[in-house]
């Protein structure tokens, strides 16, 4: 059974924006951060997005076909809701975390579902790798997620 090229098109352009997305996120969060070593890993993803939508551009060209330039508005949204939660919470950088951990859960869903579909080897090598990557990444920021609980302004809360 052939794969058919405009399906395979489809998936890396899905992915594509998946990338866009999580590199806008990354850059956003970034600017909001309080920690300096949160700051610089979040700018570490930023640049693995760029990279890596731009390897997927790359295949999609290869392939005849014209790669995606943006995120989706899906990605705008949750951005934007970031952006309102970041600005009404005592510790930012929980919040900023969470929706970090949420999106990078969404982008490594998003992976799978890519890697379930029947793609030509040189695509799946690149998305494989990728792959791996990102779930590194995701379980970087639940490790910083475990280690930034959220603060509450009543330390003694639920004791009496």
Same mark, same amino acid.
């Given at each position: 059974?052939? @794969?058919? $090229?405009?399906? %395979?098109?489809?998936?890396?352009? =899905?992915? $594509?924006? @998946?990338?866009?997305?999580?590199?806008?996120?990354? &850059? *956003?969060? #970034?600017?909001?951060?309080?920690?300096?070593?949160?700051?610089? $890993?979040?700018?570490?993803?930023?640049?693995?997005?760029?990279?890596?939508?731009?390897?997927?551009?790359?295949? +999609?060209?290869?392939?005849?076909?014209?790669?995606?330039?943006?995120? @989706?508005? #899906?990605?705008?949204? &949750?951005?934007?809701?970031?952006?309102?939660?970041?600005?009404?919470?005592?510790?930012?950088? &929980?919040?900023? !975390? +969470?929706?970090?951990?949420?999106?990078?859960? #969404?982008? %490594?869903?998003?992976? $799978?579902?890519?890697?379930?579909?029947?793609?030509?080897? =040189?695509?799946?090598?690149? +998305?494989?790798?990728?792959?791996?990557?990102?779930?590194?990444?995701?379980?970087?920021?639940?490790? !910083?997620? =475990?280690?930034?609980?959220?603060?509450?302004?009543?330390?003694? *809360?639920?004791?009496?």
């Amino acid at each position: 059974m052939s @794969t058919d $090229i405009g399906e %395979v098109r489809s998936t890396l352009n =899905d992915l $594509i924006e @998946t990338l866009k997305d999580s590199q806008q996120g990354f &850059h *956003a969060a #970034a600017e909001k951060l309080k920690d300096p070593q949160i700051h610089s $890993i979040f700018l570490k993803f930023y640049l693995q997005r760029s990279e890596f939508a731009g390897e997927l551009q790359a295949e +999609v060209t290869r392939q005849g076909g014209e790669p995606a330039e943006s995120g @989706t508005a #899906a990605g705008a949204i &949750h951005r934007g809701r970031m952006g309102l939660m970041t600005a009404h919470a005592a510790d930012s950088d &929980h919040e900023i !975390l +969470v929706e970090a951990e949420r999106g990078e859960e #969404a982008a %490594v869903k998003n992976y $799978i579902a890519a890697l379930r579909r029947r793609l030509p080897a =040189d695509a799946e090598s690149i +998305v494989s790798r990728q792959f791996r990557e990102i779930q590194e990444a995701h379980r970087t920021v639940k490790e !910083l997620l =475990d280690k930034h609980p959220e603060k509450t302004d009543l330390p003694m *809360a639920g004791l009496r």
